[in-house]
């Protein structure tokens, strides 16, 4: 069994920062942290050491939520003005973006997504596929290149009643096939049963979704109350909120993962936080659609264990931990809101916590997911400041080195299991296709 002994300038551990530790890995798990000159005389024979000087060695981040084949909008103007959240959905993102997705197309996204998680240190992650089009098998498409890529996936695909109730039932066979074929103990990409909302998924639908999750065992996860336009349909077509709505189904407890959270009451999050429900934030793209802002340290009080995710819209994860960490001290008008070390900590242990991965934090037991970060700030990085170093003054390109599962997916600033130019060039060259399709149709 490969063991691998790392030391830094320091280790974050769950006590804070530690200068002169030291992390010991057993094959794909964490052995031992400790102090590094007590670890070193009692390695076993056969440990390489590695020493990464003055970087700091950190658990590796997780992206809770995720859209792979969110890179087909980037940068792309709506033709018609978007004016509200329906308005959006119907007009742009359906019929433009994920009613043309197929494998080819998830494939190329998929190997961009792995190649920016990556350089963001995010070894593990979780990724809701919406093309109603691109099924059967698209999420085994993905499997492939996320295994190849090395990092720690849960992938799904958004199953939903928009295009039809046949074309959700065969997103609902996909979630569970991909479970059942990938659950497995040790598996490094696994599945969940992702649903879409209340306005586009029926109640016995989504009653159908809940009782194959408890029959396969695996989580279920929702996007929940993006913007106003959720609640205002619940309460308009059922006189009930959308946690009301799911709690009445029978659906909310430990297993279900909740997404976006930015217009829930009062009542809604003690309802949420009694079900052992977890949720997953998203400050930059809620911002992008117009949708507000979550309020997420009302769920953390109530007790809601809450993560972070990209939603393939900033993948870089060093700006979404800024956003959480900014956007709320000015929706509030409070500079001590949302301090940086929690949102640190949403960012890797609650996260982790959040989707079910044993990992997040440096400890014995733990998976091996770690990397390390430069600590060549202007000003000195120590106990007290780190959090903020980290989140506001870190970037990609000061991550250094990433291990998931115990391998090197980056080492010395490289990646090690992707090509990133190749990689931007063929997702270039997709993309330019799949934005002139207009003008192609127009000279026929």
């Known amino acids: 069994m490969t063991r691998t002994f790392l030391k830094g300038k320091f280790v974050m551990t769950p006590e804070g920062l530690k200068e002169g530790y030291g992390v010991l890995t057993e094959g794909n798990m964490i052995k031992a942290v400790g102090p590094a000159d007590k670890l070193e005389k009692e390695l076993p024979e056969g440990t390489e050491t590695i020493d990464f000087g003055d970087e700091m060695i950190l658990p590796g981040f997780v992206n809770g939520h995720n859209h792979m084949y969110g890179f087909l909008s980037h940068g792309i103007t709506a033709e018609s003005m978007v004016t509200d959240f329906s308005n959006y959905l119907e007009d742009f993102w359906w019929p433009l973006v994920e009613d043309r997705v197929d494998h080819e197309l998830c494939e190329i996204t998929t190997k961009q997504a792995c190649v920016e998680m990556a350089d963001s240190g995010v070894t593990s992650f979780v990724d809701i596929l919406e093309g109603p089009n691109s099924i059967p098998r698209a999420l085994e498409v993905e499997r492939k290149v996320v295994e190849s890529a090395g990092l ?148 953390l009080d109530a007790g809601v264990t809450v993560g972070l995710g990209t939603d393939g819209y900033v993948n870089n994860f060093f700006e979404v931990m800024r956003g959480a960490f900014l956007i709320h001290k000015g929706y509030q008008e409070a500079p001590q809101a949302m301090p940086a070390k929690t949102v640190y900590r949403m960012a890797t242990e609650l996260g982790a916590k959040a989707i079910g991965v044993n990992a997040g934090s440096l400890e014995a037991g733990k998976l091996a997911d770690i990397i390390t970060v430069g600590t060549d700030t202007p000003t000195p990085i120590n106990e007290n400041n780190v959090y903020d170093q980290i989140i506001l003054f870190r970037n990609p390109s000061n991550v250094g080195n990433v291990m998931v599962d115990g391998k090197w997916v980056k080492r010395n600033g490289e990646l090690v299991t992707l090509d990133k130019e190749a990689v931007r060039a063929e997702l270039s060259e997709k993309t330019q296709g799949f934005w002139n399709y207009r003008k192609q149709e127009g000279s026929k």
Not at 192 to 212: E, G, N, P, Q, V
């Open 152 to 299: 720690r996936g849960i992938l799904s695909f958004e199953a939903c009643e928009r295009k039809s109730r046949e074309n959700g039932e065969a997103g609902l066979s996909e979630n569970i096939g991909f479970v059942k074929e990938h659950n497995l103990p040790g598996a490094l990409v696994t599945g969940l049963m992702s649903i879409h909302t209340t306005f586009t998924c029926s109640k016995d639908f989504i009653k159908k979704a809940k009782d194959m999750c408890r029959e396969a065992g695996c989580l279920m996860h929702m996007h929940l109350s993006e913007s106003r336009f959720e609640p205002d349909h619940c309460l308009s077509r059922y006189g009930k909120t959308p946690v009301e709505v799911y709690d009445e189904l029978g659906c909310l407890d430990e297993n279900i993962l909740a997404s976006q959270l930015v217009k829930v009451s009062d009542k809604e999050i003690e309802i949420l936080s009694k079900r052992g429900v977890k949720g997953i934030s998203m400050p930059l793209s809620n911002c992008e659609v117009g949708g507000g802002v979550a309020p997420v340290e009302k769920l």
